[in-house]
Every structure is written in structure tokens, then in C-alpha cells.
């Protein structure tokens, strides 16, 4: 079974601050990884994706990989009332796999 | 350009009834992906399409079902509804079948009462 875990929270962070979400799965055959952002009673934005080692910036968000590790993170610099949502992580299936394998969310709320 | 669009937005149903929702993707995307997202849960994935033909199924029963047409639309099939059912459907676009990006549309929230 193929899982991804994430820590639900909430975490709870003052503006300004950098928020720190973090990711684990199962699959060592994994690809591709994502980042999507969800408002309550919305669906989810795509805000990140990242397919090899390293970090990749975009903005105030940075990726992080570790395939080693079976690690993914998502950091927020400086974090602003309006990036409180639910942060999901998602990672493809390997091979001919193309579905999207979702965490339970990690809730942030970033306090003015 | 237009994202993945969705209908309806909202959909009340009773048990034992059917229901067919529908999505369009990005124009240009060829795959589409159902997925159901129950509160409180990530989404979980339902069906895969690309090119009209069914290239994954998730862990659902055969209750569920679902179908691509050539201009790339996509119908999602519940029949006999339970209340477990009630959820937020979402429908995902992608330019090719694989590990690639997935967008999603807003949703469809069924309740089944």
C-alpha cells in the first residue's frame, strides 16, 4: 500500500515567520512530487512540483527533496495571513502510474 | 484560457439514486482524473483517462464508472448512492497520461441524504 504521511497540524505560525511542512512516503519508486495549497471549501491549487534531489525556488516557497530519505518539504518565507490553508502533499506513482497519491493535509495558520 | 471547469458545483441526492458529473479539462490536455476528497482527507483517486481509453482505476467499487470523450470531456458515474458517497468530486487535468502535472477543476460537492 502506498502511502504518503504528513503531519495534519495545525501549525501555527506569526507573519512574517517561515512555515516549515514536511512530507514522507512509501513508494522508493516514486517520480514526481507536488505541492498544492487548498482554501477551505475549495479544491486544491497547484503551488509546487519537483522531480529531482535538491531544492527548487519559486517565490517565497521552496521545495525540498530527499529520494534517499523518502522526503519531501515545502518551506513558506515570509508567511502571510493569506497562506492559511491546508497544504497537501502528492506524489505520481512510478512506471506507467499516473494517479496522484495525496497526504491527509498539513492545516497552516499564519497569525497577524 | 479557461481551467478545468466542472458541473454542477452542488448536487443533493438521496440513497439508492444515480448521478453523473462532468468535467472539462484545459484546453490542449489530453488526461483526465476523477478523485474523491472526503473532509478531512486528501484526495483519493478514482479513475484515470487519456485519449479516450481507462489507464487506471483506484479502489473503488464498481458502483463508480466513467468515460472520455473524443473532444476530451470526461463523465463520472455513481449509481446506487450511499451516504458514505457524500464527498467533494474533483476532476483533474493533464497535458499527456503519466506522472505529469494535474490541475484541478472547483469541484462538485454531492451530499447524499
Known amino acids: 500500500q502506498k502511502e504518503v504521511e504528513q503531519n495534519s497540524g495545525p501549525l501555527s505560525v506569526p507573519e512574517g515567520a517561515i512555515a516549515s511542512l514536511n512530507c514522507t512516503y512509501s513508494?522508493?519508486?516514486?517520480?514526481?512530487f507536488f505541492w498544492y495549497r487548498q482554501y477551505s471549501g475549495k479544491s486544491p491549487e497547484l503551488i509546487m512540483f519537483i522531480y529531482s534531489n535538491g531544492d527548487k525556488e519559486d517565490g517565497r516557497f521552496t521545495a525540498q527533496l530527499n529520494k534517499a530519505s523518502q522526503y519531501v518539504s515545502l518551506l513558506i518565507r515570509d508567511s502571510q495571513p493569506s497562506d492559511s490553508a491546508t497544504y497537501l502533499c502528492?506524489?505520481?506513482?512510478?512506471?506507467?502510474?499516473?494517479?496522484?497519491?495525496f497526504g491527509k493535509g498539513t492545516k497552516l495558520s499564519v497569525k497577524p | 484560457d479557461a481551467g478545468v471547469t466542472q458541473s454542477p458545483t452542488h448536487l443533493i441526492k438521496t440513497r439508492g439514486q444515480q448521478v453523473t458529473l462532468r468535467c472539462s479539462p484545459i484546453?490542449?490536455?489530453?488526461?483526465v482524473s476523477w478523485y474523491q476528497q472526503v473532509l478531512g482527507q486528501g484526495p483519493q483517486f478514482i479513475f484515470q483517462y487519456y485519449e479516450k481509453e481507462e489507464r487506471g482505476r483506484g479502489n473503488f467499487p464498481d458502483r463508480f464508472s466513467a468515460r472520455q470523450f473524443p473532444n476530451y470531456s470526461s463523465e463520472l458515474n455513481v449509481n446506487a448512492l450511499l451516504l458514505g458517497d457524500s464527498a467533494l468530486y474533483l476532476c483533474?487535468?493533464?497535458?499527456?497520461?503519466?506522472?505529469?502535472?494535474?490541475?484541478f477543476g472547483p469541484g462538485t460537492r454531492l451530499t447524499v441524504l
Open positions: 483533474a487535468s493533464s497535458l499527456e497520461w503519466g506522472s505529469d502535472t494535474q490541475y
Open positions: 513508494d522508493r519508486g516514486s517520480q514526481s
Open positions: 484546453s490542449g490536455h489530453k488526461s
Open positions: 502528492a506524489v505520481a506513482g512510478g512506471g506507467s502510474q499516473g494517479n496522484l497519491i
